[in-house]
């Protein structure tokens, strides 16, 4: 049994790894979000954010590709932060009106106050304990006073088996359940709003206000 479990991890490592070498070109990245109930997280985000005034500047804090751009309007102000040079190439010739920003999202090189939203999106999965705080803790702090966090990932849950698979080949190590989710981002935010919805994985929304200082 040992090493049949070692055959299956081996084998799991090795399609992980090519997995994670396909996605990272920007169009088979955008394709793979699609397959994985993409268009049904995507209409859900469209209805919250059709409330957002005019103008605006929002940070999607490990952007990508610039998935979210399409759902706020185009007069807003966007910059999309990630530290993969290649994804940022494809927001660019995307969106090339838009701004890139490659950075560390535990180290954002922005002043206080400096946005009205920010966005995490399927992003937490890729952060330690310790990385995902301090992400927040700066997202917190280049908000200005009133602005909102629009958090969004995949739920860790043992009972969802396509969700256990889809874990299994994702190159992010630390999906948590909805309730650790809270207990961080409580620690910066005020969750304002919670929602939950299953296509493959299970995913969460939550829209947070910044506390006050």
């Known amino acids: 049994m040992k ?29 793979s979000q699609k397959l994985a109930g993409g268009d049904v997280t995507q209409a859900i985000l469209k209805k919250e954010l059709s409330i957002l ?43 090339p009106k838009d701004k890139v920003m490659q950075a560390s999202a535990t180290k954002i090189p922005k002043p206080n106050n400096t946005y009205d939203l920010c966005i995490l999106s399927a992003v937490s999965h890729h ?25 969004l990932d995949a739920l860790l849950n043992a009972d969802n088996v396509a969700g256990k698979i889809l874990w299994a080949l994702d190159r992010g190590s630390f999906p948590r359940a909805l309730s650790d989710l809270k207990r961080h981002l409580e620690n910066s935010f005020v969750i304002t709003k919670s929602k939950t919805w299953k296509v493959f994985h299970e995913y969460a929304l939550l829209i947070c206000s910044k506390k006050p200082s």
Not at 55 to 75: E, F, H
Request: charged residues 20%; positive net charge.
């Open 3 to 31: 090493i049949l479990a070692l055959i299956i991890n081996k084998t799991l490592r090795r399609v992980r790894g090519y997995l994670h070498k396909l996605v990272s070109i920007p169009a088979i990245y955008d394709l």
């Open 127 to 151: 952060l330690q304990n310790p990385e995902l705080n301090s992400a927040l803790k700066e997202i917190s702090r280049v908000l200005r006073p009133g602005g909102q966090l629009l958090f």
């Open 53 to 95: 005034p005019k103008t605006g500047s929002a940070l999607d804090v490990g952007g990508g590709t610039g998935l979210m751009r399409p759902l706020l309007p185009a007069s807003w102000e966007y910059t999309c932060l990630d530290n993969d040079p290649q994804k940022l190439n494809g927001f660019q010739k995307k969106f």
